[in-house]
């Protein structure tokens, strides 16, 4: 199987493929087109802030690429949220994969979210043998609100989208590479996708 993790330098890059590795796969990192297209699996992934982010994949052309992929995507993190419509982050434009606009969490609770959370209402077969209330871990300032595509949520002074889906593609706000367990049997699931 050959799994590509897209590099536009913006990068929780080493974790995830150590996870993938102790899964017993390789993950290649590229920004190359062509290379991209021939992968069975892709991860986006997103450390850091939204707008900066957004300025490296339109330098590289890479946001009117991805929208476009048909093989499985997962983006993590900020790779989910770039997928959505739009961020409050840097009033940034997104890849507009999700419909869906991402805000700031309100003054009211202490931001970023860090650490371990549960995640509820699970749909899709990312979550294949994955109890409800499963733990996972998440570090994150802004969050996706419920919507249509939600296939998780989690709770944070309300509830909001941990994971969503639309058709290929796959977004969760947490860190599956830093889930444990749960978060290593994600990752199984989202490469033993069809």
């Known amino acids: 199987m050959k799994i590509i993790i897209i590099d536009y330098g913006a990068g929780n890059i080493q974790s995830i493929k150590f996870a993938i590795k102790r899964l017993g796969y ?24 939204a707008s900066s982010a957004m300025k490296k994949l339109r330098a590289s052309g890479l946001d009117g690429f991805i929208p476009k992929l048909k093989q499985p ?7 989910m949220q770039l997928m959505c419509r739009h961020s409050e982050e840097g009033n ?7 419909d869906l606009e991402v805000h700031k969490f ?28 499963s733990y996972i ?3 994150h300032s802004f969050y996706a609100p419920l919507g249509k595509e939600t296939i998780a949520m989690s709770d944070y ?5 941990a994971a969503l889906q639309k058709n290929n593609f ?18 199984r699931n989202f490469l033993n996708l069809s």
């Open 92 to 98: 940034t434009q997104g890849l507009g994969i999700f």
């Open 26 to 49: 390789n993950a290649v990192l590229s920004h190359d087109t062509e290379e991209i297209l021939q992968a069975d699996k892709v991860i986006f992934p997103g450390v850091g802030e």
């Open 157 to 161: 002074a309300f509830p909001y989208s």
């Open 106 to 133: 309100p003054n009211s609770v202490k931001v970023p979210q860090i650490g371990w959370n549960q995640i509820m209402g699970l749909k899709s077969d990312l979550f294949k043998g994955i109890p409800e209330s």
């Open 73 to 79: 995507v997962l983006g993590i993190c900020l790779g």
């Open 137 to 139: 871990y998440l570090v």
């Open 170 to 187: 796959y977004g969760v706000q947490f860190h599956p590479e830093k889930s444990s367990s749960i978060g290593e049997q994600i990752v």
